[in-house]
């Protein structure tokens, strides 16, 4: 993310999204009745007038739209902020709706419909000096191959091939089959590992990934070379890509990468609960009580609580994450598309980690 100008005075922030991580973290930032400025198409008819005609010309226009809506389009890479027009051209009705398509490398402005909120200026902030690199991690095992690359907002899994490779009475045709099903998965790796240049992680139940791992560096070495770590785990699959990332076992490879920071945490909160301690709150209520008394070390939030809850509840959770920080607690804002926010989310979106014990009877 490349920040061209923030004037928090006046509401706005003029920025640049340069990955698609900071598409989702644009997505968190804009909310409805923010208006949002950039560059735009919109159709006109042969006379001026703008309409929607079955036949017109699309020119390009620069608009200010009051959100209404936003929606996320992972897929296409892009962010479809729709609204009304607020301000724009003398031929562009001011009042007509309009949806503006938010890319890589195109420039917007937002303006906040009331104050900055301090995590989204810290938000925009990370994104612009993040140095987090993506980490591509293939789970092997006699069963199949998953491949997932990590994002900042969680994981994107790219290639998933079952197979069935004959036993190990049958050795030359399990050879055989071995040698084809190494030289299918380390095709979809190199194609994964090419648009990423990324660090390599291996892992996987029994030996295959380790055998895999030697095929690489006999057949494939340029792409070996960006192995950093060959890893067990008990689960196949995108359960073992999880597994991964919960357990550390990643931490060799992304120990500055902020979904493994936010697993974590989540994985703090849930041992806490299961052990019945009382150095732990979740639910807006119970945290609200023990961040008053200053006793928060870490708040954690899910995303999408902020994003889709009412405005007057969005308030009480600012000043609740405002009183947290006043009084020495850090915040952290959990991403809802990887595993951990999905915990999070099913715990009320709200939990804490407290410096010290709390008194049952405060969480009545």
């Known amino acids: 993310m490349k920040i061209i100008e923030m004037n928090l005075k006046k509401d706005f922030v003029k920025v640049i999204p340069e990955a698609l991580d900071d598409l989702w973290h644009l997505y968190n930032v804009i909310y409805k009745g923010d ?13 001026g007038k703008y309409a929607r005609p079955r036949r017109g010309k699309r020119v390009s226009v620069f608009v200010g739209v009051e959100v209404e809506k936003i929606s996320w389009e992972k897929l296409l890479g892009r962010l479809r902020v729709h609204g009304i027009i607020r301000q724009a051209p003398e031929t562009v009705p001011v009042g007509a709706h309009h949806t503006v398509k938010i890319t890589l490398n195109k420039p917007l402005t937002i303006v906040k419909s009331k104050k900055w909120a301090r995590h989204h200026v810290e938000r925009l902030k990370r994104a612009s000096r993040t140095s987090e690199k993506p980490i591509t991690i293939i789970a092997i095992d006699d069963e199949g191959y998953v491949i997932a690359v990590t994002k900042q907002y969680g994981i994107e899994i790219e290639v998933e091939e079952k197979t069935k490779l004959p036993g190990k009475l049958e050795a030359e045709k399990r050879s055989a089959a071995t040698k084809e099903y190494f030289l299918k998965a380390s095709s979809s790796l190199r194609q994964v590992w090419t648009a990423t240049h990324s660090a390599i992680v291996i892992i996987g139940v029994g030996f295959v990934k380790n055998d895999f791992a030697k095929f690489l560096k006999d057949e494939a070495r340029d792409v070996a070379k960006s192995v950093v770590d060959v890893k067990g785990v008990n689960n196949s699959g995108v359960a073992g890509i999880y597994e991964a990332l919960r357990s550390g076992v990643l931490l060799k490879a992304m120990k500055h990468a902020r979904i493994t920071s936010e697993t974590e945490v989540i994985e703090e909160v849930l041992k806490r609960l299961g052990q019945d301690e009382s150095n732990i709150a979740y639910g807006f209520d119970d945290v609200k009580k023990v961040a008053e008394l200053g ?7 899910a995303d999408i609580i902020l994003r889709r809850t009412s405005d007057e509840k969005r308030l009480h959770l600012e000043e609740l994450m405002t009183v947290v920080e006043q009084k020495g607690g850090k915040i952290m804002i959990v991403s809802t598309e990887h595993e951990a926010g999905e915990k999070l989310t099913a715990l009320g979106g709200i939990a804490a980690l407290l410096r010290y014990s709390i008194r049952q009877d405060l969480h009545q």
């Open 295 to 301: 006793a928060v070390e870490t708040m954690v939030l």
């Open 35 to 47: 208006k949002v400025y950039a560059h735009t198409k919109r159709e006109i008819k042969p006379d």
